[in-house]
């Protein structure tokens, strides 16, 4: 079946409600553990139903967000989610004290993440939930709405991205200008619908009890094995070990492109002959990764094949789509869906590789993990997959960028490292923001330039004011729309590192561990999948020291300059 064929229906909350309450009481009224794993499969299934008709739905609003009917049911579902978690809230509450729990093959993380539930809900909260939803909403449709002009067209955000890298660097500029421009025109917007949302999560968790919404934030995010002083610290290493790499790099850079300084329209040039470009129209590059998959493994033919034939991607960017990425799974249908923006630059083979990592995750755990909850892991582990797959696509580059495939090694692996200190940046400045929920949003854009210097400190933005008074932010939508997602990426780059490291060592064994992890959805915690794949945990002292300098040995190894 194709996805154009899976079946939407809006699920009316007075329906949802008479379900839930049925499922709940069959649940309860369990006498033995064959009782109550039965009642629990079929709680579970209903519970997968809604998600499915609610991503569905957020899969098709987000491919047109000017589609009225999907925008009237997304706008729905914002409504409807956070009136569910009433019931979500009862069930954890249920088994969390059920009398079958100690006899139970169910994963210890499950009730870890229950307990979560409990921690990060109560109905005082529901009006602040929706509103949160509303102004998520919001900032996408606000960035979806760009209509750039620049040399007589019409662009929107990832359209004009490759003209901010291209070879000509009057064009890069005024491309950057014309970028910037969108976010200058509404920053006043931008600034308000950020404050909006700073607010209504500082007042959420203070309902809730917490100091601000900062314990609140790593509570939603599940995280549950490591706390924000161990992250405090992990930053404080990339600090130490990393920032200094990745400042070399750019001195590099800049000799590479032959120009005296980086200026903040050159940070994405990489080479005087231009960045790697993919070659081939983007149905070459389906074609390309479909070899890829067939070669890499039986697990990933199988995989591939099903993404292609059950057309479950959604890959160029149009008008009125949103912006970004993403991969999410249909749990009726049991595949996963990948969105994205492709453009014309390399980030359109990472698409293929990174959600495409995601994808296969969900491909190895949604059919034989009972729980929907557990068939993905927790978002820092979710991000080993996607990252590490990056990296096991090494070998196949040529078949996406030909002869640029060793100018698109280097490319990678230096802008691995070069994002590492951003990602931490971003994770810095969520911090400094909700636990200082108060500050204007002048106050705010100062603090983001404040920690941009520590983490990028050679980065300057002559001539874009709105960028040197800090409004850079405005353009990284996991600030907007899920707060303190953003050290997870930074963190499965470690590790994703690590596994690069081990296929240049010729560890057989590295892919039979990758694929042992995917397999594991949500079943274990963050540290528990590391240690499960046999790679070090980024919060060890030493270990991203370790990674820099493996990563710039490799790097030296290249000859640069030919590119």
């Known amino acids: 079946m194709k996805f154009s064929e899976f079946k939407y229906e809006r699920l009316s909350y007075e329906d949802l409600k008479k379900e839930y309450e049925e499922k709940l009481s069959a649940l309860k009224q369990s006498t033995d553990e064959e009782s109550f794993m039965k009642a629990f499969d079929e709680i579970n299934a209903f519970r997968g139903h809604v998600s499915s008709m609610q991503t ?11 589609d009225e009917f999907y ?5 729905y579902w914002d409504q409807t989610m956070p009136l569910m978690q009433v019931y979500e809230v009862e069930l954890a509450k249920f088994m969390l004290s059920n009398p079958y729990r100690e006899k139970l093959d169910i994963p210890e993380s499950y009730y870890l993440t229950l307990e979560n539930t409990l921690k990060s809900f ?11 939803n509303r102004l998520s909403t919001e900032y996408g449709k606000l960035k979806s709405s760009a209509k750039i002009e620049f040399d007589g067209q019409i662009y929107n955000l990832a359209s004009i991205t490759p003209l901010m890298n291209d070879d000509d660097r009057d064009i890069r500029k005024r491309a950057t200008i014309a970028y910037t421009r969108f976010f200058e025109e509404n920053e006043e917007k931008f600034d308000e619908i950020y404050d909006s949302l700073v607010k ?59 120009v ?43 995989f591939f094949k099903m993404m ?35 453009n014309g630059t390399s980030g359109d083979v990472d698409v293929l590789t990174h959600e495409a990592g995601h994808a296969f995750q969900a491909f190895c755990s949604i059919s034989k993990i009972r729980i929907p909850d557990l068939c993905v892991p927790t978002m820092e582990s979710a991000e080993i997959d996607s990252m590490s797959m990056e990296f096991f696509a090494h070998p196949w580059s040529h078949l996406f960028f030909k002869e640029e495939a060793e100018k698109y090694h280097y490319f990678h692996i230096s802008e691995a490292l ?15 923001v909700y636990n200082n929920p108060d500050m204007t949003p002048a106050e705010r854009k100062a603090c983001w330039r404040r920690l941009e210097k520590v983490y990028k400190p050679d980065v300057e933005y002559d001539g874009f004011p709105l960028l040197e008074r800090g409004g850079f932010f405005y353009r990284q939508g996991h600030i907007f729309q899920s707060p303190f997602y953003y050290i997870d990426y930074t963190l499965a780059q470690i590790c994703a590192l690590q596994f690069f490291v081990r296929t240049l060592n010729k ?30 945990v980024p919060f060890e002292d030493g270990c991203l020291k370790e990674v820099s300098v493996r990563m710039k040995e490799e790097l030296d190894k290249i000859d640069d300059s030919k590119f």
């Not at 991607?313 to 789509?321: A, S, V």
């Not at 070069?418 to 400094?432: A, I, M, R, S, T």
């Not at 039979?512 to 046999?534: M, N, P, Q, R, S």
């Open 56 to 66: 569905l739905c957020s899969i098709r609003h987000t491919i047109n967000t000017a």
């Open 71 to 75: 925008d009237k049911e997304n706008a």
């Open 122 to 132: 109560s109905p005082e909260i529901i009006t602040d939930l929706q509103e949160e």
């Open 200 to 258: 209504v999560r500082d007042r959420m968790a203070k309902k809730l009890g917490y100091e601000n919404y900062t314990p609140l934030g790593y509570i939603r995010m599940n995280r549950l094995d490591y706390n924000e002083e161990m992250v405090r610290n992990y930053r404080n290493q990339v600090i130490e070990d990393i920032v200094p790499l990745t400042v070399e790099l750019r001195e590099k850079q800049a000799k590479r492109i032959g």
């Open 260 to 302: 005296d300084k980086l200026e903040s329209y050159d940070l994405s040039y990489n080479f005087k002959t231009g960045n790697p470009k993919p070659h081939g129209s983007l149905d070459e590059l389906v074609q390309a990764a479909l070899q890829m998959y067939t070669e890499m493994s039986p697990e990933t033919a199988e």
């Open 308 to 342: 292609v034939d059950g057309e479950l991607f959604d890959l160029p960017t149009r008008p009125n789509k949103e912006m970004g990425g993403y991969c999410t799974g249909i749990y009726d249908y049991k595949v996963p869906f990948i969105f994205a923006n492709t």
């Open 418 to 432: 070069k994002f590492l200190p951003y990602g931490c940046l971003v994770d810095h400045f969520q911090h400094e």
């Open 507 to 536: 560890d057989e064994n590295a892919w039979k561990d990758y694929v042992h992890i995917c397999g594991l959805g949500g079943t274990k915690t963050f540290t528990k999948i590391v240690e499960d794949a046999h790679l070090k």
